[in-house]
């Protein structure tokens, strides 16, 4: 009966949980919207690859190192990265390739037959000329290929991560190693990492390799504290929770009579100037008080007794180089758009940190005068924890020289 | 080719519920709602289908949940591509999010085409709006109803992005858009939408209702609030129809406003069985309604065998639909009352063991009949009909206590002493339902009683005896809602003090007048046809027109009334005007206070009336000489009283025979006639009305229907023949007008054509209902009777032109349009003596069932 059916019908559109929008009319608009985002989604992937393609189009590719192997420097902050590598290449007699970004890059001061070296233009520049690189092996430090700008080039065979530094991967930004081929670690925490991103990702199992922190290769272990100085190095941006507590706590080891080095990331002077000046008119009349500019940070950490620092990797140098205390101001910080987001185990810095020196919660910056106390150095532990952590402590440029000559006579 | 297919599933919707409801505006809301449940259906399918699909990127949507939060744009972008590529999840897969939506736009479109496009609109007036094919400028040219759909739109959006936790401007913008893309659309697809975002307003505020938690108060909020909402659309519609019957005479269909608190009605019910569906404790509630479903379906099987037409639901008439629906809306409402609200507290006993609240229905039933016929009653003898029929069943009741007391359990009783009688005394409508002659009405009284006693006691078992009583008496409340709103006694209106031209012509004539004036007779014999339609039928006649050309009447041929309803018609011509007059405003005409009455008083005739008392019920007073049967006075509503009970009991209640309710026969009445017809007192106006008679009227012609047209006839020219000789012996000059009253229904559904499409409807048909015979035997040849009447409400102009000898009258003449709604017969049947609508349109009168 109709009416029955239509009862029925009735009946049974309550088990439908869809619904139309108010009017249908503002799913019509979702709908459109999500055309329009669609399409703007394909404009934009178009849009970022072109980017730099069209502006030097005319000799994007004259790279050729077919079967050699090619090193490549984003920038001289780097050199020291690349030095003992190098150094080991040329003693080696190996023929290779130093490509740089920067116009000084030191490696031109290397007098070598086997070093050529050769200077590709600013970093832009520089990436679109490697997306077309031929050549057999290209070792960088620069994370995220074939992410952003910087795309695999097909001629080349084998892609290889330098890692420049004993921090985890957690610091990272996303996807920073997912299509090299290999990858020269300084830690097995970063080895373990790395493995556990790619299974998580579903990625071809790279190539770690067990090589070593290169630059500690060429440091003198300074024994001896200079002086009694606490040196506050926060990092620079949002992130750093240092930053943002730096004048509490400079006040407060002020007011304990504590010498205070303040050492800021020289980014610092180009995002957050007015802070920085702020700090500075603050405490530039104390006479405990330091405001230290200069380049190197060598003399810094060399004063300083106690280092207050985030998660950075000048913390891994103070421990490992240094043998002094770390105090890390610890904040709960999401992890947006890193590595260490996707990552579920913490940042192994803690672990280390907790062994050798001091992590504070932001909530209790108050009384770091009493924490540095508390700190007490005990030398032995920090040779240990090197030996715990780090491959190949200050032989690490010749490991990864023979390494990489492995992987070219494999290739 | 796809819009070929979408156009034509609309097409044939839309057509489909058009003849269900035979409403424009109705098919609309119904295409919407039908378009609803189709759409949401195949929604809930593909949402089902891609939340599958979604569910397995629900990793990927997690990591997605990063990217929010990271502000580089080209990161950002570069990012979401990497996490495609490793979820293996491709860009466009997004778009079938929108696969819903993509649902929805041919159907948008369709919409927006068909009913834009849809010329059969034209003109097509629904409530309040003039016209579904224009703007509604229900308001001094503003359109309301666009603004009415925004505000729906507006809040619809404000429960959907409450549901959603959204908010958005685009939930503001939507609506307003929509406002000014509609805004001058025609009136149809504004109706369309509006009820389509009311559904999906409801749908998000069940959803936000879930979302809160609200179940128990939901539940009660909802239906209390879709209650609310339908009724006082309900409320609405009968105020329109009062206020539409007063100021605009009748262009409101009445039977439209039936039919639309019908679908409310059930619309309303079906929202409430929805709703107790989404009760926590569910099975109890279903079997209940089942139960009553299945008991429902045995009525209406019982009444479509009766009818001979099973589980067709469309031939149905109107009123049955009407009563089919009611029902279930009752039973939906008093399951819903059962679910929702604590019976009242009505258990004091009233008489051993009887509560107060089981004689409720028995009160009901007779204060129905009152309501009903208000011409029936006064105050006194509405409580005594009351009383009467209270008593017997409670006497009954209290005689069972005390002879079967111990027997009979205590239930059994109520229903067979109490509920019994109700349904008993119920018979003459669901006898008018069923819609079948007198003399089955017996069998189907015993059959349908039957019935329910046994469902009542085996109902008794399961469900308190309560439920049934309040049952049983808001279906009798319900029905008599709606017959006080078909048959419109509720009105109080009186004739209309406007005088027509004619009337201001009369007035002013000379009324010193010479001695030799004619008497007048009109005699009307109901559904008399013409020799036309008489050959159309098959019917010999001949003998009788012979008859009446050898006595020089002259015959007007292809004569037509303007109104195919005896007291219409009657009326019209007695004031000579196709002004429209309600039932009660017609009697009070036929009663003495017409143009011809006033006129032949005031120049010395004596006007007689002997008629059926039918056509004087309930009138405010009688203004002429004589009338027989005398009018009821209030000493003969006791009679009156009695005889209703009378009819209840034998399961008839036929308000048009009314010769059985008087208390003399037919020949007493015909003596009383033929006394007048001798009489020499000249000058004399004499009414009278009597058979043929047209078809019954239970929406279905029976296949003797001609046969007994031609027996009743041959009595009617029996009675004919004699009263012209009578007349002819004692007033040879005289003016004798014969005439039918309206056609004799004898083709179609031999009633008002109710499921009939406009389209559908052809010539024959039409005339069937409106042409009649005239013919009028002049006393000598005059310039006078060379007026060509046309319609029968035209009869009086030559005649009263000829008493007055004032050639100036016959400058006037009715030929328009059939103006009026009668029933389910739609105006502009005839116009100018064409055929006005349907497949013969244009067509001239004449020229049909030649």
């Known amino acids: ?411 | 080719m796809l819009a070929k297919i979408f156009l034509s599933l609309f097409d044939v919707i839309f057509n489909f519920l058009h003849s269900v409801f035979s409403s424009y505006g109705l098919a609309i809301i119904g295409l919407s709602i039908v378009i609803s449940i189709l759409l949401n259906l195949l929604q809930s399918v593909v949402n089902r289908g891609l939340n599958g699909f979604n569910s397995k990127y629900t990793d990927l949507f997690d990591s997605m949940n990063e990217m929010e939060h990271i502000h580089n744009n080209v990161e950002k972008h570069f990012y979401i591509k990497e996490l495609y590529k490793i979820h293996s999840y491709k860009n466009y897969y997004k778009l079938l999010d929108i696969l819903p939506v993509l649902i929805q736009i041919p159907f948008f479109i369709a919409a927006y085409v068909y009913l834009v496009e849809n010329a059969s609109m034209n003109g097509e007036a629904f409530l309040f709006l003039r016209d579904l094919s224009l703007q509604d400028q229900m308001y001094f040219n503003i359109n309301l109803l666009p603004i009415f759909m925004t505000i729906v739109n507006l809040f619809s959006g404000m429960v959907y992005s409450s549901n959603e936790n959204r908010k958005s401007i685009q939930f503001v913008i939507v609506p307003l858009i929509f406002l000014f893309f509609l805004y001058d659309k025609p009136s149809s697809i504004l109706l369309y939408w509006t009820m389509s975002n009311m559904i999906s307003l409801g749908l998000n505020l069940r959803k936000f209702c879930k979302n809160n938690k609200l179940p128990r108060l939901t539940i009660q909020w909802n239906s209390l609030a879709l209650l609310a909402g339908s009724n006082i659309i309900l409320l609405i519609s009968i105020i329109y129809w009062f206020l539409a019957r007063r100021v605009l005479s009748g262009s409101f269909s009445v039977s439209l406003s039936v039919n639309l608190a019908n679908w409310l009605a059930i619309l309303n019910a079906l929202a409430i069985l929805y709703l107790m569906n989404r009760g926590t404790d569910k099975a109890p509630k279903i079997k209940r309604i089942v139960g009553f479903t299945v008991f429902v379906a045995l009525i209406l099987i019982f009444i479509q065998i009766q009818h001979r037409c099973f589980f067709d639901f469309c031939k149905l008439s109107a009123k049955k639909k009407e009563a089919l629906f009611f029902f279930v809306y009752a039973l939906l409402l008093f399951t819903y009352l059962m679910e929702q609200i604590r019976l009242p507290r009505l258990n004091k006993k009233f008489i051993a063991g009887l509560d107060i609240k089981h004689v409720i229905p028995v009160i009901l039933v007779p204060l129905y009949y009152v309501l009903l016929n208000p011409g029936y009653f006064d105050l006194s003898s509405s409580i005594a009909f009351i009383i009467l029929l209270t008593v017997v069943p409670i006497v009954l009741y209290l005689a069972f206590q005390i002879f079967l007391g111990e027997k009979l359990k205590r239930e059994t009783s109520i229903i067979l002493c109490v509920l019994t009688p109700v349904v008993f005394y119920l018979m003459p409508l669901i006898n008018q339902l069923v819609g079948v002659r007198a003399e089955e009405s017996f069998l189907n009284l015993i059959v349908i009683l039957l019935i329910t006693i046994c469902f009542s006691i085996y109902i008794s078992r399961k469900i308190r005896i309560d439920y049934i009583v309040i049952f049983l008496s808001l279906v009798i409340l319900i029905n008599m809602g709606a017959s006080l709103l078909d048959k419109g006694r509720i009105s109080t209106e009186t004739a209309s003090e406007e005088v027509s031209p004619i009337g201001q012509s009369l007035s002013a004539v000379d009324k010193s007048l010479p001695d030799e004036r004619p008497s007048v007779y009109f005699l009307i014999y109901d559904a008399y046809a013409d020799p036309d339609m008489m050959n159309h039928y098959g019917v010999d006649n001949d003998k009788q027109f012979d008859y009446l050309k050898s006595l020089d009447f002259r015959f007007y041929t292809d004569v037509y009334t303007l109104f195919p309803a005896s007291l219409g018609s009657i009326a019209k011509a007695l004031n000579m005007t196709d002004q429209f007059y309600t039932d009660r405003e017609s009697r009070e005409v036929i009663s003495g206070k017409s143009l011809v009455d006033d006129y032949l008083q005031s120049v010395g005739y004596e006007t007689n009336y002997v008629l059926k008392e039918y056509y004087v019920l309930g009138t405010s007073s009688f203004d002429g000489n004589y009338i027989f049967p005398e009018r009821v006075d209030t000493e003969n509503y006791q009679n009156r009283m009695f005889s209703i009970a009378k009819s209840i009991v034998l399961g008839e209640f036929k308000f048009d025979d009314e010769v059985k309710l008087g208390n003399f026969t037919k020949e007493e009445w015909i003596a009383k006639k033929r006394e007048i017809m001798a009489s020499t007192n000249a000058p004399t106006f004499l009414y009278t009305h009597t058979g043929p008679g047209h078809s019954q009227n239970s929406g279905k012609c029976l296949s003797t229907e001609i046969d007994d047209y031609y027996e009743r006839l041959d009595v009617a020219n029996k009675e004919m023949t004699e009263d012209i000789e009578t007349i002819l012996e004692h007033n040879p000059n005289s003016i004798i007008i014969i005439a039918g009253d309206h056609g004799p229904y004898l083709k179609g559904d031999c009633t008002s054509l109710r499921n009939y499409k406009a389209d559908e409807i052809s010539g024959d048909l039409i005339r069937d209902r409106f042409g009649m015979f005239l013919a009028i035997k002049w006393p000598e040849n005059n310039k006078y009777n060379d007026y060509d009447v046309a319609v029968l409400q035209e009869a009086f102009i030559p005649v009263m032109a000829y008493i007055s000898r004032d050639e100036s009258l016959l400058k006037y003449n009715l030929r328009g349009s059939c103006t009026d709604k009668y029933d389910s017969l739609p105006a502009k049947m005839i116009e100018a003596g064409n055929i006005g609508l349907g497949k013969d349109k244009g067509t001239p009168v004449s020229q049909i069932m030649k």
């Open chain 1, 1 to 411: 009966m109709p009416l029955i059916t239509l009862i029925l019908l009735f009946a049974f559109v309550q088990d439908a949980h869809a619904y139309i929008d108010p009017g249908t009319g503002s799913i019509l608009i979702s709908f459109l919207i999500s055309i329009v985002i669609t399409i703007i989604y394909y404009l934009k992937s178009i849009f970022y690859r072109s980017m730099g393609f069209f502006s030097s189009s005319k000799k994007s590719n004259n790279l050729d190192f077919t079967d050699q192997i090619v090193i490549y420097n984003e920038g001289n902050n780097y050199w020291h990265v690349f030095k003992p590598l190098v150094e080991a290449l040329c003693k080696a007699g190996v023929h290779f390739n130093y490509l740089s970004s920067d116009k000084d890059d030191h490696c031109r001061e290397i007098d070598s037959e086997y070093c050529n070296f050769l200077y590709l233009g600013d970093i832009n520049k520089s990436i679109i000329m490697l997306n077309h690189i031929k050549a057999k092996i290209v070792v960088m430090t620069t994370p995220q290929l074939e992410i952003l700008k910087l795309r695999k080039s097909r001629y080349v065979k084998h892609y290889c991560h330098l890692l420049h530094a004993p921090v985890d991967i957690h610091t990272y930004k996303k996807f920073a190693f997912d299509y090299f081929d290999s990858v020269m670690c300084t830690s097995q925490f970063q080895v373990d990492n790395l493995r556990y991103l790619e299974s998580l990702r579903n990625r071809e199992p790279k190539l770690l390799l067990e090589t070593g922190c290169t630059y500690y290769d060429d440091f003198n272990i300074s024994e001896e504290f200079c002086d009694d100085y606490v040196l506050v190095a926060p990092t620079w941006g949002d992130k750093s929770a240092l930053l943002k507590h730096s004048k509490d706590i400079m006040n407060t080891l002020l007011s304990a009579d504590f010498k205070v080095i303040f050492r800021p990331h020289p980014q610092s002077y180009i995002s957050e100037n007015d802070k920085m000046r702020d700090i500075e008119n603050e405490f530039e009349n104390h006479k405990n008080f330091i405001f230290d500019k200069e380049i190197s940070n060598q003399s810094s950490l060399g004063k300083s007794r106690v280092m207050i620092a985030d998660f950075s990797g000048i913390v891994w140098d103070y421990c490992f180089l240094y043998q002094r205390m770390p105090i890390v101001i610890d904040s709960d910080q999401k992890m947006y758009g890193y590595e260490g987001y996707d990552i579920s185990t913490r940042n192994s810095i803690y672990e280390i940190i907790n062994e050798i020196g001091k992590i504070v919660d932001e909530k209790d910056v108050g009384s770091i005068d009493e924490i540095i106390n508390t700190v007490k150095t005990d030398k032995s532990a920090f040779s240990a924890i090197r030996e715990k952590y780090l491959f190949n402590f200050q032989n690490a440029g010749p490991v990864a020289a023979r390494q990489l000559l492995e992987l070219n006579e494999r290739i």
